[in-house]
């Protein structure tokens, strides 16, 4: 009711004093009603500031303290948890152990499950595409935990289900305690996680690769291309932007692993196997010394931050229109 | 005019975020308890919630708090018990979290040493000396030894429900088809090992994939070759110096042990629970345990009968520096909230739970827990190997506690960490202690 007569007046005004002053009201106009329009974002952008970005600002605050769980002291320390990261070896190591887990994954979860949705997406028999796809994803419908624990067991030194394999196979001289050895323990984490993974990262191709015209392929074919050629000439720049985007999240994944870790290994032996989350986690509950688990976590947050405004960046900038 | 909207709905969001920030900032994020409320002796109020976090989340000890947690209500309708059961490897990091976040239960388990002094420290356990200290009546029906493992500053604060200590469980049918008698010194054990692996079976199952299982045997070799004193100064990162030859005699001696009856550096891919279950299968023929796990390791159910599991000492080498009569192992209780709304109520269920019937039924299978309480067992219905390893407690002249509970988390980390690498070949005993050694210097700042 107010709003219209508002609009009335401002009409009105714009009769008697001219084409100036009417643009002026109807900017007034303009901003009453985004403004009201905003007060309906208000209670998300608070909801989204306080669970979102509080936690993010205070972690910082908290980093730059030690503080005792126990006692609820807390003690100002300016940046030295900062710079006990740079001289504490497991940090670097666990950043190194993240840095494997990322290079792995994009070998296996983007490149890897690329040339295999192509190779299903190929297939001329739709029951045996379904299939694959279907066999490929189960892994990933299984818990992180329990694929954790599943795992644990399969490399079991002379129980688990690897060594039973390699004697039944009279490859015994290859059994080894996997979880066992500081120089193996992160490789098979992050073998189980490629089995788990790769199956998703399969199903998201599939689904890119079925947008892509067929008649481009049915042309390519004339033209006497092969199947490899057709893979690099039409599916992988026709798929480009989802490579990019499979690239990136699979990167920021690789800083944010926690749970496989957790329950293979804890983070051992002797810390060979750490990652940024677990030894965040040793820190803040184990050694009670929650300022200095905070700068690892502001760490994390950083790599996590840098991959996502690179994801952000490339959704703008690499769009491959059809 | 967008381009200003967006700009000024932005400064909200961050006005409101940091405004918040600062607000909450200027208090302390974890604010301790403070001074109990009120008197662990008045009068109790049998009404409202009782919420308690146990140790006893393992399937087989898990039903002992909901049948104590039946009876009670039973008793009393008018309380409601809440039961938060966590296992060995879980409770720390549950407690911690519980801590962090000011939700600690009414009652909560705890060991002695460090980790029940910082309970202390902050102000969130009740001062319980007027109603369990040694000369109260409740105080009375307990183990003195166990009672007194809870005292801080001449304080008591823990109710000890049962005892703890580590004993190398063995098949006994094994030993005597290879005429082994029970090892008198470590190296009639490393003998013993040769002997059983040359049979085909593995001598010691060992499992340190969870890194607390070598703690508990270098806790008693340290306590062979290192004087008490000594081990005491060290636990202090204040007074530490970790300079005692001891040290490296006992990590060699369990080298030699690890070699010679173990899987080499195969230990830390196993858990301790695989290695337990290696002995009830009857593929190891020892494994160190602890005696509140004696009634898992050998059931009607298990390979391993009940019959033929014996238990022994870890021996002593001939020419141990140390306490020879000394036996790592520690009670382990619970204490109350300072911060409970009931805390007459609770010490009243804590009094109902270490009564002598529940005591008796904690120590009798199929939970083998011995119980703290005096008299709190019937020998008649105990395994007898719970019975004698209760006497073995009772005649340990020093109770060696455990390496990752009574140090500084700084230190106990370096430990555990170090051990795995010593177990997995990747360092020697002497940059172990030097390890040790610097994290103790770090934690006294």
């Not at chain 1, 106009?29 to 306080?50: E, M, P």
């Not at chain 2, 006005?15 to 008045?42: K, L, M, N």
């Not at chain 2, 008698?181 to 002997?195: E, H, I, R, Y």
């Given at each position: 009711?107010?709003?219209g007569?508002?609009?009335?007046?401002?009409?009105?005004?714009?009769?008697?004093?001219?084409?100036?002053?009417?643009?002026?009201?109807?900017?007034?106009?303009?901003l009453?009603?985004q403004?009201a329009?905003?007060?309906?974002?208000?209670?998300?952008?608070?909801?989204?500031?306080?669970?979102v970005?509080?936690p993010i600002?205070?972690?910082?605050f908290?980093?730059?303290?030690n503080?005792?769980?126990?006692?609820?002291?807390?003690?100002?320390?300016?940046?030295?948890?900062?710079?006990?990261?740079?001289?504490?070896?497991?940090?670097?190591?666990?950043?190194?152990?993240?840095?494997?887990?990322a290079?792995?994954?994009?070998?296996?979860?983007v490149?890897?499950?690329f040339?295999l949705?192509?190779?299903?997406?190929?297939?001329r028999?739709?029951?045996?595409?379904?299939?694959?796809?279907?066999v490929?994803?189960?892994?990933?419908?299984?818990?992180?935990?329990?694929?954790g624990l599943?795992?644990?067991?399969?490399?079991?030194?002379?129980i688990?289900?690897?060594?039973?394999f390699l004697?039944?196979?009279?490859?015994?001289n290859l059994?080894?305690?996997?979880?066992?050895?500081?120089?193996?323990?992160?490789?098979?984490?992050?073998?189980?996680?490629?089995?788990?993974g790769?199956?998703?990262?399969?199903?998201?191709f599939?689904?890119?690769?079925?947008?892509i015209?067929?008649e481009?392929?049915?042309?390519?074919?004339?033209?006497?291309?092969g199947?490899?050629?057709?893979?690099?000439?039409?599916?992988?720049?026709?798929?480009?932007?989802m490579?990019?985007?499979m690239?990136i999240?699979?990167?920021?994944g690789?800083?944010q692993?926690?749970n496989?870790?957790?329950v293979?290994?804890?983070?051992?032996?002797?810390?060979?196997?750490?990652?940024?989350?677990?030894w965040?986690?040793?820190?803040?509950?184990?050694?009670?010394?929650?300022?200095?688990?905070?700068a690892?976590?502001?760490?994390?947050?950083?790599?996590?931050?840098?991959?996502?405004?690179?994801?952000?960046?490339?959704?703008?900038r690499?769009?491959?229109?059809? | 005019?967008?381009?200003?909207?967006?700009?000024s709905?932005?400064?909200?969001?961050?006005?409101?975020?940091?405004?918040?920030?600062?607000?909450?900032?200027?208090t302390p994020?974890?604010?301790?308890?403070?001074?109990?409320?009120?008197?662990?002796?008045a009068?109790?109020?049998?009404?409202?919630k009782?919420?308690?976090?146990?140790?006893?989340?393992?399937?087989q000890?898990?039903?002992?708090?909901?049948?104590i947690?039946?009876?009670y209500?039973?008793?009393?309708?008018?309380v409601?018990?809440?039961?938060?059961?966590?296992?060995d490897?879980?409770i720390?990091?549950?407690?911690?979290?519980l801590?962090?976040?000011?939700?600690?239960?009414?009652i909560y388990?705890?060991?002695?040493?460090?980790?029940?002094?910082?309970?202390?420290?902050?102000n969130?356990?009740?001062?319980?000396s007027?109603?369990?200290?040694?000369?109260?009546?409740?105080?009375?029906?307990?183990?003195?030894?166990?009672?007194?493992a809870?005292?801080?500053?001449?304080?008591?604060f823990?109710?000890?429900?049962?005892?703890?200590?580590?004993?190398?469980?063995?098949?006994?049918?094994?030993?005597?088809?290879?005429?082994?008698?029970?090892p008198?010194?470590?190296?009639?054990?490393?003998?013993a090992?040769?002997?059983?692996?040359?049979?085909?079976?593995?001598?010691?199952?060992?499992?340190n994939?969870e890194?607390?299982?070598?703690?508990?045997?270098?806790?008693?070799?340290?306590?062979?070759?290192v004087?008490?004193?000594?081990?005491e100064?060290d636990?202090?990162?204040?007074t530490?110096?970790?300079?005692?030859?001891?040290y490296?005699?006992?990590?060699d001696?369990?080298?030699?042990?690890q070699?010679?009856?173990?899987?080499?550096?195969?230990v830390?891919?196993?858990?301790?629970?695989?290695?337990?279950?290696?002995?009830?299968?009857?593929?190891?023929?020892?494994?160190?345990?602890?005696i509140?796990?004696?009634?898992q390791?050998?059931?009607?159910?298990t390979?391993?009968?009940?019959e033929?599991?014996g238990?022994?000492?870890?021996?002593?080498?001939?020419?141990?520096?140390?306490?020879?009569?000394?036996?790592?192992?520690?009670?382990?209780?619970?204490?109350?909230?300072?911060?409970?709304?009931?805390?007459?109520?609770?010490?009243d269920?804590?009094?109902f739970?270490?009564?002598?019937?529940?005591?008796?039924?904690?120590?009798?299978?199929?939970?083998g827990?011995?119980?703290?309480?005096?008299?709190?067992?019937?020998?008649?219905k105990?395994?007898?190997?719970?019975?004698?390893?209760?006497?073995?407690?009772?005649?340990a002249?020093?109770?060696?506690?455990?390496?990752?509970?009574v140090?500084?988390?700084?230190?106990?980390?370096?430990?555990?960490?170090g051990?795995?690498?010593?177990?997995g070949g990747?360092?020697?005993?002497?940059?172990?202690?030097?390890?040790?050694?610097?994290?103790?210097?770090?934690?006294?700042?």
């Amino acid at each position: 009711m107010k709003m219209g007569s508002a609009t009335a007046t401002s009409h009105n005004s714009a009769v008697k004093g001219g084409a100036a002053f009417d643009r002026r009201a109807w900017a007034r106009h303009s901003l009453l009603q985004q403004l009201a329009a905003l007060r309906w974002g208000i209670a998300a952008l608070i909801i989204v500031g306080w669970f979102v970005y509080y936690p993010i600002i205070d972690n910082f605050f908290v980093s730059t303290t030690n503080q005792d769980i126990f006692t609820g002291e807390v003690n100002a320390v300016g940046l030295d948890n900062y710079r006990r990261l740079l001289d504490d070896q497991v940090v670097w190591l666990a950043l190194r152990n993240n840095g494997l887990y990322a290079v792995f994954s994009v070998i296996f979860q983007v490149f890897a499950a690329f040339v295999l949705a192509a190779i299903i997406e190929g297939l001329r028999n739709r029951t045996w595409r379904n299939f694959w796809r279907a066999v490929y994803f189960i892994p990933s419908a299984i818990s992180t935990t329990v694929t954790g624990l599943l795992f644990y067991f399969i490399y079991q030194p002379d129980i688990g289900l690897l060594d039973a394999f390699l004697h039944l196979v009279g490859l015994q001289n290859l059994s080894y305690t996997w979880l066992g050895d500081e120089r193996t323990a992160i490789y098979a984490i992050i073998a189980m996680s490629q089995w788990q993974g790769f199956g998703y990262s399969t199903l998201l191709f599939t689904i890119a690769i079925q947008k892509i015209p067929r008649e481009l392929y049915d042309a390519a074919t004339i033209d006497g291309a092969g199947a490899i050629r057709q893979l690099f000439s039409i599916t992988f720049p026709l798929t480009r932007e989802m490579t990019g985007m499979m690239i990136i999240v699979t990167i920021a994944g690789a800083f944010q692993v926690f749970n496989e870790v957790m329950v293979m290994t804890g983070g051992g032996p002797n810390n060979s196997s750490q990652v940024l989350g677990t030894w965040l986690y040793e820190q803040g509950f184990n050694q009670n010394d929650m300022g200095y688990a905070a700068a690892i976590g502001v760490v994390i947050f950083v790599a996590t931050l840098i991959t996502g405004l690179l994801q952000l960046w490339y959704t703008k900038r690499r769009r491959v229109e059809v | 005019m967008q381009r200003s909207i967006h700009t000024s709905a932005a400064m909200i969001a961050a006005a409101s975020v940091i405004g918040i920030s600062w607000g909450i900032s200027s208090t302390p994020a974890f604010a301790a308890g403070d001074a109990p409320a009120a008197d662990p002796g008045a009068k109790v109020d049998y009404s409202g919630k009782l919420s308690i976090l146990t140790k006893f989340g393992l399937q087989q000890l898990s039903p002992y708090f909901v049948t104590i947690a039946k009876a009670y209500e039973a008793q009393h309708p008018g309380v409601k018990i809440e039961l938060i059961q966590e296992n060995d490897d879980s409770i720390k990091g549950k407690t911690k979290t519980l801590v962090a976040s000011n939700s600690l239960p009414d009652i909560y388990f705890s060991w002695t040493g460090t980790w029940g002094e910082n309970f202390i420290r902050g102000n969130r356990a009740v001062d319980l000396s007027k109603v369990i200290g040694p000369d109260t009546e409740w105080g009375k029906t307990l183990s003195p030894a166990a009672v007194k493992a809870f005292a801080y500053n001449g304080k008591y604060f823990g109710v000890p429900l049962y005892l703890d200590a580590k004993f190398m469980g063995y098949n006994k049918k094994m030993f005597a088809d290879l005429g082994l008698d029970v090892p008198k010194d470590f190296d009639a054990l490393l003998k013993a090992c040769d002997a059983l692996k040359g049979s085909g079976v593995i001598p010691i199952a060992i499992g340190n994939k969870e890194s607390w299982p070598l703690v508990h045997y270098l806790g008693q070799m340290l306590v062979y070759n290192v004087p008490v004193e000594t081990l005491e100064r060290d636990f202090d990162p204040k007074t530490a110096k970790f300079d005692d030859p001891g040290y490296v005699a006992a990590l060699d001696q369990y080298r030699a042990l690890q070699d010679r009856c173990a899987g080499g550096a195969q230990v830390n891919g196993l858990s301790y629970q695989t290695a337990m279950q290696s002995l009830s299968d009857k593929k190891a023929a020892m494994y160190y345990q602890e005696i509140i796990e004696f009634d898992q390791s050998a059931t009607k159910e298990t390979m391993l009968k009940p019959e033929e599991f014996g238990f022994f000492k870890l021996p002593a080498p001939k020419d141990a520096k140390g306490s020879v009569t000394a036996l790592e192992g520690a009670p382990e209780g619970y204490m109350v909230n300072a911060k409970s709304k009931n805390i007459p109520l609770a010490v009243d269920f804590l009094k109902f739970l270490t009564s002598q019937e529940n005591g008796k039924a904690l120590s009798t299978p199929p939970y083998g827990q011995p119980s703290a309480v005096i008299g709190g067992a019937d020998k008649t219905k105990i395994n007898p190997n719970v019975a004698d390893g209760m006497d073995e407690i009772a005649r340990a002249t020093y109770l060696m506690p455990w390496l990752d509970t009574v140090n500084h988390p700084r230190v106990a980390a370096a430990w555990l960490s170090g051990l795995q690498a010593f177990a997995g070949g990747s360092m020697s005993a002497e940059d172990l202690v030097a390890s040790v050694r610097k994290a103790a210097t770090a934690a006294a700042k």
